[in-house]
C-alpha cells in the first residue's frame, strides 16, 4: 500500500490520521486483508467437532507503531490440540494406559498390542497458508 499527500507541508496530525488512525485508509486496508485471512482460514482448518473452527477469531489493538489485527485460532485449555492439527507430530510411541492393550484394525483383522509406533502427521499449517493465500 502506497499513500501520498499533495500538499505543500504536511500537517501531524494529516500524517497520523492516514498512518495511525483505525479509520485511515492504512487501517482500512488492515482490516480488509484480515477479513481475507480470516475466511481463507475457516476454509482450511480441518473440522471434527467445530470447536477449533469456532475459535478463529480477529483481535485488533493499537500500539506506538499503529494499529494492528491478528488473526487467532484457539481456546486456551479447550483445543489443546492446536499446535498438533497446525504444525503437526513427529514420530512417537503410543503405548495403552487404561487398559492392557490398544485394539485396531489392520487389513480388516483385530489386533491387540501394548503400544505401537506412531509414523508422526503432517501438520495442516492453515493459518500460515491462509496468510499466504490472502
Same mark, same amino acid.
Given at each position: 500500500m502506497s499513500a501520498t499527500y499533495l500538499g505543500h507541508a504536511p500537517n501531524e496530525y494529516?500524517?497520523? @490520521?492516514i498512518f495511525h488512525d483505525e479509520d485511515g485508509p492504512?487501517?482500512?486496508d488492515l482490516d480488509a486483508r484480515s *477479513?481475507?485471512? $480470516?475466511?481463507?482460514? *475457516?476454509? $482450511?482448518?480441518?473440522?471434527? @467437532?467445530?470447536?477449533?473452527?469456532?475459535?478463529?477469531?480477529?483481535?485488533?489493538g493499537h500500539t506506538a507503531t499503529g494499529p494492528y489485527v491478528d488473526v487467532v485460532a484457539g481456546v486456551r485449555g479447550l483445543t489443546t490440540? $492446536?499446535?498438533?492439527?497446525?504444525?503437526?507430530?513427529?514420530p512417537h510411541v503410543i503405548r495403552a494406559r487404561r487398559r492392557r492393550a490398544l485394539r485396531f484394525t489392520v487389513g480388516g483383522r483385530v489386533v491387540f498390542a501394548r503400544?505401537?509406533?506412531h509414523p508422526g502427521s503432517a501438520g495442516s499449517r492453515f493459518l500460515t497458508r491462509a496468510l499466504d493465500a490472502a
Open positions: 494529516v500524517i497520523r @490520521s492504512v487501517g482500512r *477479513r481475507r485471512v $480470516l475466511a481463507r482460514a *475457516r476454509t $482450511l482448518v480441518g473440522v471434527r @467437532s467445530g470447536t477449533l473452527l469456532a475459535s478463529l477469531r480477529r483481535e485488533s490440540y $492446536l499446535g498438533w492439527h497446525h504444525d503437526g507430530t513427529p503400544s505401537v509406533r
